[in-house]
């Protein structure tokens, strides 16, 4: 005896593709967000270079120059009458 399979039903069907389109859903959401995490790696690293560059002129421009200390004007304590 040989049992065949009912015909799905159309419940079952509906169910079964709207699980279909999550899935591709889900699989473009995942690629997009890798995406963005992507760029957002390159964009820090980007800036991380251009701060290091900035921070390496600073440097170098103190070590050449020794600073000038300013001279600061001694405190004067006021009195409120």
Known sequence: MTASKPAP?????????????????GARAMADVERDALAVRKNMERLR???????????AETDAE?????????RVKRIVR
């Not at 039903?9 to 859903?25: D, G, N, V, Y």
């Not at 270079?49 to 440097?59: F, I, P």
Request: charged share 40%; net charge positive.
């Open 49 to 59: 270079a251009l701060r290091e560059a900035r921070e390496a002129k600073a440097a």
């Open 9 to 25: 039903s159309p419940a079952s069907l509906e169910r079964a593709e709207r699980q279909r389109l999550a899935a591709e859903e």
């Open 66 to 74: 020794p600073a000038v200390a300013a001279k600061k004007k001694p």
